[in-house]
């Protein structure tokens, strides 16, 4: 896949904490780790403030990783952020994608299922998420999704680049809905109201990613 589409013109600015080169691949960023000293930077325009520090982030078994490319919807991706999460059963991360026309999506990547998703704007307020319980509607663009799961989740760290800052992060609540029709939805209650994303699950090989992460044996 011929990524140059997508990729950002570069653009780097030095971390304050350690001063290396920080590489930033989307113009919308609101925050970046640095790669070198594990700093979280929120960015102001090309200056980067320091806003915090995280411990050792957990390595992925997962083949994806920053800088890979793929293609959803008929739009090229290129992944330049990841949120990893833990839950009860296990660990799983978000991907943040830049889409070619310059928009985000998310790429979730949870044992080997894998969903990408959008922000979207109901046309009415949400209510709040601890009104919600399985199997409760919620209504979206002439679609009905239904609550079928609730997921207490420990924020675990970041990495590369987000369109939100992630430094006040701890437990969360989701809410996946479903749809008759294959769709997909997840409520992010850790904002309020909470936020809506809407999408579909993917096969892997449909996304035709490049620029994979490889493994011994593979």
Known sequence: MNTSSIEPAPR???????????????????????????????????????????????????????????????????????????????????????????????????????AMSVIVAPDYQLAPYSRMRVGDDLRWADERYKASTITKATYLGTEGELPFSSIDRATHVFIDLHNTSGGLATLDCSDTPPTLYVGEYCDFETLAMTNLRTFEGW
């Not at 411990?55 to 008929?74: D, K, V, Y």
């Not at 739009?75 to 889409?99: D, I, K, M, P, T």
């Open 12 to 114: 780097t600015a030095s971390c304050p904490n350690c001063g290396a080169n920080v590489r930033l691949r989307w113009a919308q960023a609101v925050q970046t780790t640095c790669a070198y000293c594990r700093a979280v930077l929120v960015r102001h325009d090309l200056d980067l403030e320091l806003v915090g520090k995280q411990a050792e982030f957990p390595e992925t078994g997962s083949p994806i990783q920053i800088g890979t490319a793929g293609r959803w919807r008929e739009q090229s991706f290129l992944v330049v952020g990841r949120l990893a999460y833990r839950w009860s059963r296990g660990r799983w991360n978000e991907w943040h994608c830049r889409l070619a026309d310059g928009t985000s999506a998310w790429l979730s990547d949870a044992q080997l299922e894998y």
